[in-house]
């Protein structure tokens, strides 16, 4: 009986080690094509990293595993939490050592389709590039790259999953091609408001309707940054938020004086369980996301010419926060595919 | 951004003349722009064009470069700092006597860009500069539509880039694009016609096509590539915008609200894109 259980335990350990503990769920790669979308994220992937499930399984592993982290205290999912839209619920993340960082750490829903480069500046140009950035910062994993490369070649089952995904042994290619993998396989299209552009009318309340129509409307102009069905137009704007001596954000790339307090405009998925809000994490409610628009941002000079006040009344306030709740994807916030 | 039923969508059935771009001979049905109905995703080159054109595109403020995200001295006092100039180009045809000849873009391979349509963002350089291919022969005038083609701005298909919500041209509501977007900032002006935003897309007002814009200036298209320098005047952009126009039968079909500065900017813009000189030959 013993000998049996052992061998039950070490299965079952084999299994959660090559990523493929539950068969009863579908693939990583089983990726629906969200509406309004001309083709699907693994679509998206670039031609030397083709998307497979090997790839994406080992790439979810090194998602969830402390070995990329100096200390072995701080996994992506630190910071990346599913059940937040793969968000930080704090303000700045912490890293390891307790260090904290700079800026609120982004959602990861639906990257795959972005193109004008990621994080809130835009400092990387793809889920490749951006994969290994983390790792290697100091006040997140702060693990030379080559070092994290080290521990994996030297790992008891790694190497496989590197050799089945990549055909070859751990290298940074091949570890930031497969974080990029899984991150392009976080796709959430399932929310009421997803429903409403598939057609199902009913799928909004009436106040959220009153609220979609004012954040596509003429009143508001959300709709300038934050597009239909993407929810972003991959600009990088100064939304108000920047205030005198703050994070310069996009200016610290291309020094240009338009883009001194610019961040990416983020797209919404699931912004009810993403706070807290703007770069900075300065935000802690919904309600005071579209305060801070209603007055027309913060008040710097620096401020986009598209934000104006709005003067929205209380009814309007709550409308639009319906909204944005309505962008909630639950099956994507509790899809155990993306579970370690 | 499609016409709500007026004149802007009204005027779409066409006739069937010509040939498509594809250029195999098959009958095109044309709308009442004069250009295919159809958006080709992959359009394919005429047989014909075997030359191969080079155009730079050198946006200028008063005869200066125009430097996106940095303020720029205006003439009449003051400063202009632009955070947004983009637009759509395509369209492009040759002009040589009473011939005209359909033009291609390309990319640096020589295969057609996705929709026939080049997609210009100031910010980025690499935008600004594009090829062609087109019959050889000896021209004394390019066009080019500023914006999109019946077709293309009002396909039902789901687009790719440059068709997509990532141009930032994109109209939510409705299938269509904005043809240009400008959005900048003055200092110490007091100049009070500047417009800050122009958002010009295709309303209901007049006939809601993109403006076709012809440049005057030889071209000798041959076994060389010809160079073509194309200056986007600034001034112009911001002086068509600005022009006095009868808005009173412009609408949209978007929810309510007053119809923003920025679409009125675009509308006045577009209605008067003749009456000024955007872009003009190097």
């Known amino acids: ?340 | 951004m499609k016409g709500s039923g007026g004149g802007g969508g009204g005027a779409r059935a066409g006739g069937t003349a010509g040939t498509n771009a594809a250029g195999g001979g098959v009958p095109a049905t044309l709308g009442a722009d004069g250009f295919p109905v159809a958006c080709l995703e992959s359009p394919t080159l005429p047989a014909a064009a075997q030359g191969a054109v080079t155009i730079d595109l050198a946006p200028q403020l008063d005869g200066k470069p125009f430097v996106m995200g940095e303020e720029n001295v205006l003439s009449s006092g003051g400063t202009l700092m632009p955070t947004n100039l983009r637009f759509y180009l395509s369209g492009f045809e040759f002009k040589g006597g009473s011939k005209k000849v359909p033009a291609t873009l390309v990319d640096s391979a020589g295969k057609p860009l996705r929709y026939g349509v080049q997609f210009v963002d100031v910010s980025t350089p690499s935008s600004l500069k594009f090829a062609l291919r087109v019959a050889p022969g000896s021209y004394d005038e390019v066009s080019l539509i500023l914006g999109l083609t019946a077709g293309c701005n009002e396909t039902e298909s789901l687009l790719r880039s440059p068709l997509d919500e990532a141009s930032q041209l994109k109209w939510p509501h409705t299938l269509g694009f904005l043809f240009l977007r400008f959005e900048g900032k003055y200092s110490a002006t007091t100049d009070k016609n500047l417009p800050t935003k122009i958002h010009m897309g295709s309303g209901s007002g007049d006939d809601g096509f993109a403006p076709k814009i012809s440049v005057v200036g030889p071209v000798e298209v041959g076994s060389q590539i010809a160079q073509v320098s194309l200056v986007f005047s600034v001034n112009e952009m911001l002086k068509g915008a600005a022009m006095e126009t009868d808005l009173s039968k412009f609408s949209l079909p978007l929810s309510a609200g007053p119809i923003g500065e920025e679409i009125l900017a675009g509308e006045r813009l577009r209605q008067h894109t003749r009456d000024v000189k955007i872009f003009s030959r190097k």
């Not at chain 1, 709709?223 to 994070?247: A, K, P, R």
Request: contains cysteine; charged residues 25%.
């Open chain 1, 1 to 340: 009986m013993l000998k049996r259980s052992v061998a039950l335990i070490a299965a079952s350990a084999l299994l959660t080690l090559c990523g493929c503990e539950d068969s009863a769920l579908a693939p990583l790669t089983d990726l629906p094509l969200p509406s309004g979308f001309a083709e699907t994220a693994g679509q998206t992937a670039p031609p030397d990293n083709a998307l497979t499930e090997d790839r994406a399984q080992l790439g979810k592993r090194l998602f969830y595993d402390k070995l990329l982290s100096r200390d072995q205290t701080v996994t992506c999912a630190s910071c990346h939490q599913q059940e937040h839209g793969f968000a930080d619920p704090h303000p700045v993340s912490k890293g390891v050592q307790g260090r904290k960082g700079k800026r609120n750490a982004s959602q990861l829903a639906n990257l795959a389709w972005v193109r004008t480069g990621l994080f809130w500046d835009g400092r990387a140009a793809n889920l490749e590039e951006q994969a290994i950035k983390p790792i290697e910062d100091h006040n997140e994993m702060d693990l030379p790259v080559t070092e994290a490369v080290a521990r994996l070649s030297t790992h008891q089952s790694y190497p496989d999953a590197f050799a089945r995904a990549y055909g070859g042994p751990p290298s940074v290619d091949a570890l930031r091609r497969a974080l990029a993998s899984f991150v392009r396989t976080i796709v959430s299209s399932d929310s009421r408001y997803d429903h409403y552009l598939k057609g199902d009318t009913a799928a909004l309340s009436p106040n959220e309707k009153r609220g979609r129509d004012l954040f596509f409307g003429r009143k508001t102009g959300c709709f300038h940054c934050h597009s239909e069905t993407t929810l972003t137009n991959d600009g990088f704007f100064n939304n108000g938020s920047y205030v005198e001596g703050g994070d310069v954000g996009r200016q610290t790339l291309t020094a240009k004086t338009g883009d001194l307090g610019a961040f990416r405009v983020p797209n919404l998925r699931n912004i009810e369980f993403t706070a807290p809000y703007m770069h900075d994490g300065s935000l802690a409610t919904l309600e005071a996301v579209v305060e801070q628009y209603s007055r027309g941002g913060r008040g710097h000079p620096s401020t986009d010419a598209q934000i104006e006040p709005l003067k929205l009344n209380a009814e309007e306030k709550a409308d639009l926060v319906a909204f944005l709740r309505a962008l909630t994807d639950q099956a994507f916030l509790h899809d155990p595919r993306f579970r370690p």
